[in-house]
């Protein structure tokens, strides 16, 4: 048994850099994991490379979204185990 088997990640900011190595990390252990970006290309290949535990949510991009942007869908049906976070935002976020 993995150490991950059974469990959902989020990874924001997956689609390349330390995301990206997050996801990998991730896959390997036996996750499913959600990789949230704003870059849709990269995220895309991404996911297709890492198999059929990984799928692709694209964030959008707008004043304060790295506070409220959230997946909901198609993610909102799996059971969250852990949501690391490579994504970065410049703008002032809004409580």
């Avoid at 150490?3 to 190595?21: E, K, W, Y």
Wanted: hydrophobic residues 40%; charged residues 25%.
């Amino acid at each position: 048994m993995k150490r991950f088997d059974n469990r959902t990640v989020i990874d924001t900011g997956g689609a390349r850099g330390l995301g990206a190595s997050f996801a990998r990390g991730f896959v390997a252990e036996g996750a499913n994991v959600v990789i949230a970006d704003v870059l849709e290309k990269e995220g895309r290949t991404l996911a297709d490379e890492l198999g059929k535990q990984t799928i692709f949510f694209r964030l959008k991009r707008s004043r304060g979204w790295c506070c409220s942007s959230r997946p909901t869908k198609p993610v909102s049906r799996l059971a969250l185990s852990l949501l690391p976070t490579a994504a970065t935002c410049s703008a002032p976020c809004r409580s």
